[in-house]
């Protein structure tokens, strides 16, 4: 991947192939969350609704903590071929396009795909319940949003204060699946 900053023509690249990914992930997890969700029951559409919410934490965890992450103690590890300390280095090489994937691409496309989560679910309690749609909606809303936020705030922390540890075990979980 091209890093920003290298040059406008790199910057551009990376701006088109973010478009790109985002449009596609957005269509692909849409079709799929919609799918889901109009096929099962209440309870199990708020567990999706809370899984969708805990990805765009655990992706926001994972893009602040690539961002604050330090090589030195990576380097320390790799030169004693510590499994996935090299691939903890790569990573924070590439600690931009990693950051604006996990926190703007994924982050944002889960923020958009938990509110059509929401609307659908308030559609089927609404349906099944025979409930005026406005209360249910401004506190499932509400919910939902607070959930987001503050699980993102407190997150951010614990992301920033273990950075390097985080990194490290996403580099250990890439050496793993480049083996197999």
Do not use: Y
């Amino acid at each position: 991947m091209p890093k920003p900053g290298n040059s406008a023509k790199a910057s551009n690249k990376w701006t088109v192939i973010v478009v790109i990914l985002s449009f596609v992930l957005s269509v692909v997890f849409s079709a799929v969350t919609s799918t889901v969700l109009s096929g099962i029951g209440i309870i199990f559409a708020f567990v999706v609704l809370f899984i969708i919410i805990g990805i765009n934490v655990l992706f926001d965890i994972i893009g602040t903590a690539v961002m604050n992450a330090e090589e030195p103690p990576l380097h320390s590890l790799a030169r004693r071929r510590v499994f996935g300390a090299s691939e903890g280095i790569k990573i924070i090489r590439q600690a931009p396009q990693i950051s604006n994937l996990c926190c703007d691409v994924i982050g944002d496309i889960a923020g958009i795909i938990s509110g059509a989560a929401t609307a659908l679910i308030i559609e089927q309690m609404a349906v099944a319940f025979g409930w005026n749609s406005l209360l249910p909606s401004l506190l499932l809303t509400g919910i939902v949003s607070s959930l987001t936020i503050g699980g993102k705030a407190v997150c951010k922390v614990i992301a920033m204060q273990n950075a390097n540890t985080i990194v490290f075990t996403i580099g250990r979980i890439m050496a793993v699946i480049r083996r197999h």
